[in-house]
């Protein structure tokens, strides 16, 4: 099985800070990575699909990026409305597993 | 517009069994691929189930494969998903989602094992 290592597990950061979550693949997986934001009490949303790409409605501010087997969720200018978890997800081949989530808090 | 309706959560005592179920629509639900995807309380996502459009493949990963099965109806538009023989691990919310870039998702039903 393929693992996700994510990290970090939890961070706080300030409004306007620049803000990096990361994923690292045990195997190759290509680009076939997701990225969800999720909030409480919600179901979790496509920010990015195939690694990169915005999806669709998601602020500019977003962007997702990869290095080898490291996948990256930036935001450049953190608002108070993107305070929630995140979760990658790698959908290369079955079993499709998730990392373990990032909660981002407001410091 | 997409829609995914999860019901059939509630409290089951280990060792029972419990279906769950997922009205779709908005779209033309035999043409897609439909997943199970769950939350155990203040945890991470955890995929569950994959089942293709015609409902001849499945896939599992190997924490419920031999005690959950993914079926679908496509004339009702319906995914489903039978949960035996259930663990108090198996505690979460369970979503139905469209795995196609996993767009869409219902807002999800709880399942609680415990005696």
């Known amino acids: 099985d393929i693992q996700m290592t994510q990290s970090p597990s939890s961070m706080s950061a300030s409004l306007g800070d620049r803000v990096t979550i990361t994923c690292q693949a045990s195997?190759?997986?290509?680009?076939?990575l997701i990225w969800f934001q999720q909030k409480p009490g919600k179901s979790p949303r496509p920010m990015i699909y195939y690694a990169t790409n915005l999806a669709n409605g998601v602020p500019s501010r977003f962007s997702g990026s990869r290095s080898g087997s490291d996948y990256s969720l930036t935001i450049s200018s953190l608002e108070s409305e993107d305070m929630a978890d995140y979760h990658c997800l790698q959908y290369k081949q079955y079993p499709n597993t998730f990392g373990a989530g990032t909660k981002l808090e407001l410091k | 517009e997409v829609q995914l309706v999860e019901s059939g959560g509630g409290l089951v005592q280990p060792g029972r069994s419990l279906k769950l179920s997922c009205a779709a629509s908005g779209f033309t639900f035999s043409n897609y691929y439909m997943a199970w995807v769950r939350q155990a309380p203040k945890k991470g996502l955890e995929w569950v189930a994959t089942i293709s459009t015609s409902g001849s493949r499945t896939y599992y990963p190997d924490s419920v494969k031999g005690r959950f099965t993914i079926s679908r109806d496509n004339a009702k538009s319906s995914l489903y998903l039978q949960m035996n023989s259930l663990k108090s691990e198996d505690t979460a919310t369970y979503y139905c989602?469209?795995?196609?870039?996993?767009?869409?998702w219902g807002q999800g039903t709880l399942v609680t094992v415990s005696s």
């Open positions: 989602a469209r795995p196609d870039w996993f767009a869409y």
């Open positions: 195997q190759d997986i290509g680009n076939n």
